[in-house]
C-alpha cells in the first residue's frame, strides 16, 4: 500500500504511545498527513520525532484531556485551522482501570467513561460533517472485554462493550451518510497499557504480573501477545479503499484468544 494515503488527513486519539502511536505512524509512512492527540504534550512530541523520522509528514500535535468536551473541541478546532478536512479518525484514547469490584471507586469509573467511551463519541460527532463530506472512515479501538468480561475488568469490560453498541449504531447513520465505521478489538498486546493492567490485577489478587501474564497467555491458549504493528496494519486495510464494503463490523486481533462460535 505504498503512499496509498498521501493527501490523506488523519486524526488519531492516545496516539502518544502504545497502539495509537503505531497506528499514526503507519499511516504516516504511507504518505498520510496524521494529527495525533493525546494529555501528555511530553509524550506527544516524542512521537512526533518517530513518526518525523520514519520518513512521513510531520504530524500535528495536540496535547489535550480528552476526556472533556474543551479537550475534543480543541483537537477539532485544531484540525479544522490547519487542514480543513478529515478523511480518517481513529479513537484508539482509553485507560480503563482493573481491580476488584467493590475497591473500584465512583471516580474510577467516571473516568473511564469520560475518556474512552465520551471521548470516542464526542470526537466522533464533532467530525462527522468533515467525515461526511470526505467519504471518509471511523476506526474505533475498542477491546476484546466488550465480548468476554472479567470479574476484575468490570470497568473496561462495560466501557467496551458500549463503544461497540455505539458504534455499531453509528455505523447505520454511516450507510447513509458514506461514512465507514468499524471497530478493531485488541486482545492482550505488548503495550505499557498492558504491562499497567497486569499490575493492578496483580494488587488484586496477590500474584505477580508475571504470574497473571503466563496465566493469561496459557488459559486463553495463545502463542503470544499481539503487537501494536498487528493492530496498525489492520487499522490500515480498513481505511484502504479495496475494504469499503466493510461496513459496521467488530474485528479481533487476539491470537484466537476470544471465545464462542464467532
Avoid at 5 to 26: Q, T, Y
Avoid at 72 to 87: A, I, P, T
Amino acid at each position: 500500500m505504498a503512499q496509498e494515503f498521501s493527501g490523506k488527513v488523519v486524526v488519531v486519539s492516545g496516539a502518544s504511545r502504545g497502539i495509537g502511536r503505531s497506528i499514526a505512524l503507519a499511516f504516516a509512512k504511507e504518505g498520510a498527513q496524521t494529527t495525533i492527540a493525546a494529555s501528555s504534550a511530553e509524550r506527544l512530541a516524542d512521537a512526533a520525532k518517530s513518526i518525523g523520522q520514519a520518513g512521513g509528514p510531520q504530524p500535528m500535535t495536540v496535547a489535550a484531556d480528552l476526556r472533556t468536551l474543551a479537550g475534543c473541541q480543541q483537537v477539532f478546532n485544531s484540525v479544522k485551522e490547519r487542514f480543513g478536512r478529515c478523511d480518517i479518525l481513529v479513537n484508539s484514547a482509553g485507560a480503563t482501570k482493573a481491580g476488584n469490584f467493590v475497591d473500584l471507586t465512583d471516580e474510577d469509573w467516571l473516568d473511564g467513561y469520560a475518556l474512552k467511551f465520551f471521548g470516542c463519541v464526542r470526537l466522533c460527532r464533532l467530525f462527522w460533517p468533515m467525515l461526511k463530506d470526505a467519504k471518509g472512515t471511523v476506526i474505533n479501538i475498542d477491546g476484546g472485554a466488550a465480548r468476554t468480561p472479567g470479574a476484575d475488568f468490570t470497568i473496561g469490560g462495560s466501557v467496551n462493550a458500549a463503544m461497540a453498541n455505539f458504534s455499531k449504531a453509528l455505523s447505520k447513520l454511516g450507510l447513509k451518510d458514506d461514512v465507514n465505521v468499524n471497530v478493531i478489538h485488541p486482545g492482550m498486546t505488548e503495550t505499557e497499557r498492558t504491562t499497567t493492567l497486569f499490575q493492578q490485577r496483580a494488587a488484586a489478587s496477590g500474584k505477580s504480573p508475571d504470574e497473571l501474564r503466563k496465566e493469561a497467555i496459557a488459559r486463553n491458549g495463545l502463542r503470544r501477545l499481539g503487537t501494536p504493528e498487528e493492530i496498525a496494519a489492520l487499522t490500515l486495510f480498513l481505511c484502504s479503499p479495496i475494504a469499503r464494503h466493510i461496513q459496521g463490523t467488530a474485528i479481533s486481533v487476539d491470537g484466537g484468544g476470544t471465545p464462542g462460535v464467532y
